[in-house]
């Protein structure tokens, strides 16, 4: 069982607050329905942290034409602030580099000029390490309301949990067709939503300087009626990574509350990511798996990341992890999926879940690499259930996930599980539907040195640009996490610092 300390402040989550609701919103359609109503119900700010974003998005693309107002997200702000004087918006994105942004159409640099004159404050962030980025993704609504999770409100984002084949729903400003591609997204209320706005009001006065006033208490519910909570009056956690920068302290709160909380599961391990480069978490999960009696391990990733160089640093390296995890399986518990849609092209699973003995549930923006766990900012929701009703809900999250990635009913998936076995002998038995086993890939020269030396995945800014010094770190880091190590905490971003000037 996971333990409920485990979210106690301190290493692991920066706050502890209850959330009088939770929903947890699968795939962008829903959380961009979602965030159009709660932004319409705003009366006093709207504060938006993101990775990317493009004010041309499409939030309701299927919208019928007799349906009044704009659902294009930059026409919905300028809207907002016209209609309603005391709202304050305010939009902190990454100033992403050059080929990052080329790659978006040079957005959101455009977006500055989209909303010059108006009283939408876009502000660009670069307050990060040469070679970072800003990858915490929040949406916080009066402080009433809150999102949290893996999405960016960007023109190749939105997706309906059917993921077709064929989506004009998916058409981009400039005419051509993105990808299908999985979300997860959790919408909370109540406390944890303020102490969201605490952080965000944070990182918007180092970006800029300014202080946000607080909201005003009497605030009305901005929670969008249509949609219905899967929690209630839970415990949230909210765990964040900061590097040392800028004469900020480094954070690990991510790394921290992800290595525990494997140690400490019992039955099963359920992954959501991007990414799989995590020498450290690896090493965490095989400890496990090697256990006779240890809990079962499930990972959902991307069968190939979009862009190149991800494919380069980022694939390649997922495939030596999951191929070293295979190699000490003897137990077969582990298995290693990538979600297609029903024609065979690959779906690109851009959440961030994990859900430990349906006890633990966190959704977020941090993946299962280095980068997040020391080098970019990252922000995670973790929820631990305290009652029966609170684990029934996120045991039926959990098998909810698998039938949306295996394609079937969510009736075929819970019969599969109550067979025996656990979610391995499930998905062992509905293979075959939109679920495939993560293929290999080639690994010539060049890429055994980029996944030996985790190019283009630092740990932290300290060995950001000498890898041979990452991989001895790594390997020092790895010793003290196995069985008979001498105790040894996971090492701060002075000692890592240290480690690089010594070997």
Not at 8 to 24: C, N, P, S, Y
Not at 267 to 287: D, G, M, W
Not at 371 to 387: I, M, N, P, W, Y
Not at 456 to 466: A, F, K, N, Q
Request: glycine share 8%; hydrophobic share 45%.
């Amino acid at each position: 069982m996971v333990e409920a300390a485990l979210i106690e402040t301190g290493d692991v989550v920066w706050r502890k607050e209850t959330a009088d609701r939770v929903a947890l919103l699968v795939d962008s359609a829903a959380y961009f329905s979602a965030a159009l109503e709660a932004l319409g119900n705003a009366r006093h700010s709207i504060t938006l942290l993101g990775w990317g974003f493009d004010p041309r998005t499409r939030l309701k693309p299927d919208r019928a034409g007799g349906e009044q107002g704009p659902d294009e997200i930059g026409k919905v702000l300028i809207r907002l602030c016209e209609q309603r004087p005391d709202l304050e918006i305010r939009i902190l994105i990454w100033k992403s580099a050059l080929p990052v942004s080329a790659s978006q159409q040079f957005f959101p640099h455009r977006a500055k000029s989209w909303f010059a004159g108006t009283r939408v404050h876009f502000v660009l962030d670069a307050l990060v390490p040469y070679g970072a980025c800003h990858h915490q993704k929040v949406l916080v609504i009066d402080d009433a309301v809150a999102f949290c999770g893996g999405g960016d409100i960007s023109v190749d984002r939105w997706d309906s949990t059917a993921h077709l084949d064929h989506d004009p729903r998916r058409l981009m400003p400039g005419g051509a067709y993105h990808a299908p591609r999985h979300e997860v997204m959790m919408m909370v209320d109540g406390a944890v939503a303020a102490a969201l706005g605490d952080l965000a009001r944070r990182r918007w006065l180092r970006a800029t300087g300014k202080i946000i006033p607080p909201v005003p208490e009497d605030r009305a519910d901005p929670w969008p009626a249509f949609v219905t909570p899967h929690l209630k009056n839970v415990p949230v956690g909210i765990a964040r990574t900061e590097p040392r920068w800028g004469g900020e302290p480094e954070v690990r709160e991510i790394e921290t509350l992800h290595l525990q909380s494997i140690a400490r599961a019992e039955r099963s391990i359920y992954l959501e990511n991007q990414y799989f480069t995590s020498p450290l978490i690896v090493e965490a999960l095989i400890a496990r798996l090697r256990e006779p009696e240890g809990p079962e391990v499930v990972l959902v990733s991307t069968e190939h990341s979009p862009s190149w160089f991800d494919q380069a640093t980022m694939d390649r390296t997922r495939w030596v992890m999951i191929e070293r995890i295979k190699a000490v399986d003897t137990h077969r518990r582990f298995r290693a999926y990538c979600a297609k849609t029903t024609a065979g092209v690959g779906i690109i699973v851009h959440s961030k879940v994990a859900i430990i003995d349906d006890e633990m549930l966190r959704v977020g923006s941090g993946n299962l690499n280095n980068r997040s766990a020391g080098f970019d900012t990252e922000v995670d929701l973790v929820v631990h259930a305290q009652d029966a009703e609170s684990r029934a809900a996120i045991a039926a999250f959990r098998a909810h996930l698998l039938a949306h990635h295996v394609g079937g009913s969510h009736d075929a998936l819970e019969a599969a599980l109550a067979k025996g076995g656990g979610m391995v002998a499930a998905l062992d038995a509905l293979e075959g539907g939109r679920i495939q086993p993560i293929a290999p890939v080639k690994m010539g020269p060049l890429a055994q040195f980029v996944t030996a030396f985790h190019v283009g995945d630092p740990i932290s800014p300290s060995d950001s640009w000498w890898p041979p010094a990452r991989r001895k770190i790594l390997r020092r880091r790895i010793e003290a996490l196995r069985p008979g190590a001498s105790p040894r905490p996971l090492l701060s971003q002075a000692q890592v610092g240290h480690e690089r000037e010594v070997v």
